[in-house]
């Protein structure tokens, strides 16, 4: 029997159109925005196939965190000015190595003069011996913690670069 995936998903606003705001976030490294801390390790390098943009589906990027720990990203779906979705398999970081595969994505949606940005990200563990018990424990530390203050940090980061860049004189979106 196939789990439910564990979601999380935060919303920030940013003060930037939808057609520029998408088109500086796409142009954004992960290592630009995605939190981290003292639990989180930094991504120290994504890799991609030359010629890949990751604004192509098929597109895939290797993610390396500080300490090698790494994360496989496939581009699943890309609807300029509106989402992108990927999957992630390959995860190497201590319990995150309980996961199959996830799935992730961002949302823009217009919201007065600005934009709406949703990330989602659903977690579909491993089936087998404990997977009930290691739901429980992902799902308390994991997603209810760990992610849920990675995702809200991010959200933040995210919304001071493209309000930033987007403010800059001589800028192209």
């Not at 890949?52 to 994360?71: L, M, N, P, R």
């Not at 799902?139 to 913690?145: D, E, K, R």
Request: glycine share 8%; net charge positive.
């Amino acid at each position: 029997m196939t789990q439910a995936p564990l979601t999380i998903q935060r919303t920030c606003h940013v003060p930037v159109p939808v057609a520029d705001c998408f088109a500086i976030f796409t142009r954004l490294g992960a290592q630009e925005y995605i939190h981290h801390d003292a639990v989180i390790a930094p991504i120290v390098q994504v890799d991609r196939a030359p010629g890949q943009s990751f604004t192509e589906i098929g597109d895939v990027q290797h993610i390396t965190f500080k300490g090698g720990y790494t994360i496989r990203e496939e581009l699943l779906a890309f609807v300029p000015n509106r989402q992108f979705v990927y999957k992630g398999t390959g995860f190497s970081q201590p319990m995150l190595n309980w996961l199959d595969h996830a799935k992730g994505s961002f949302e823009f949606e217009k919201n007065g003069d600005g934009t709406d940005i949703t990330w989602r990200y659903n977690f579909y563990l491993r089936e087998g011996l404990g997977a009930t018990v290691k739901r429980g424990v992902f799902n308390t530390l994991i997603v209810n913690v760990i992610w849920n203050r990675m995702m809200t940090k991010t959200l933040s980061n995210l919304t001071q670069i493209i309000t930033l860049r987007a403010m800059q004189p001589g800028r192209t979106a």
